[in-house]
């Protein structure tokens, strides 16, 4: 075999590993991580230090179970005590909420972020105690015989749905900053006699015609189970 034909032997070797190389690297495959994601709801707890009547702390999770989509599950206890012009009552008590997030966001490669809507179904145990409160004026909710102050009212419950948009971003590997507001609409409550509940665990302060509003802010932790190709 004569150099040429030795060198050309070379030459043609170079280029097939080039070619297998990027056969190679045009196979590779992106994983996607889906596993559980635990986290908490920062606002609450920071909110507690500067308002002392309102004591709550909130467990959040979500499961990727789909590309797109998400179980969602937060568990929740507040202590609150609601002063308005005419009364004052505390409501405490514990609240779940379950649901799916469907993320909109379309990420790069390497990118585990969300733009999401969701939907939540909700459900609230807690008790309401009547401090004090001034009957019939201007239309407020009371009538004097039947009420007295420091009144208690237990074993309540309300039901509710909510319409949720939001973000989380991965600030660092498998931990997400979160954002999100709530639109939520209640379905049934157990009002004591002559006693509007007006804020209930988990939905907020009621509104005209049983609507509420929420905000969520969470620090949560990604926990892998299994990664799938992109």
């Known amino acids: 075999m ?3 034909h030795i060198l ?3 030459i043609s070797l170079f280029y097939v590993s080039i070619a297998t190389s990027q056969i190679e690297n045009d196979t590779i495959k992106i994983k996607e991580k889906y596993g559980i994601r635990i986290g908490v709801d920062v606002s609450k707890p920071i909110h507690s230090i500067f308002e ?32 308005e012009d005419y009364i004052n009552f505390t409501t405490k008590g514990s609240y779940f909420k379950v649901g799916i997030n469907y993320n909109a966001y379309e990420n790069w490669v390497g990118m585990n972020n969300e733009i999401y809507v969701g939907l939540r179904y ?5 008790d309401q105690t009547l401090n004090n409160y001034t009957p019939n004026v ?6 004097a015989e039947t009420l007295e102050p420091n009144m208690q009212f237990s074993d309540l419950t ?3 749905v909510e319409f949720v948009f939001g973000m989380k971003v991965e600030t660092f590997k498998n931990l997400y900053l979160g954002v999100s507001i709530s639109f939520n609409n209640l379905i049934s409550t157990t009002d004591p006699e ?7 665990p988990g939905f907020n302060r009621v509104f005209l015609n049983n609507t509420g ?3 969520n802010y969470t620090l949560s932790y990604l926990i892998p189970i299994i990664k799938k190709n992109k």
């Open 158 to 160: 309300a039901h509710w």
């Open 8 to 10: 050309l032997f070379f």
């Open 52 to 83: 002392t009547e309102s004591k709550g702390f909130e467990i959040v999770s979500d499961f990727r179970f789909l590309k797109n989509y998400y179980a969602a599950v937060e568990l929740g206890v507040l202590d609150k005590t609601t002063n």
């Open 194 to 200: 002559n006693f509007k509940n007006l804020y209930v």
């Open 138 to 143: 201007k239309g407020t909710y009371f009538i």
């Open 122 to 126: 909700g459900l609230s145990f807690f």
């Open 213 to 215: 509003v929420g905000f």
């Open 2 to 4: 004569t150099q040429r």
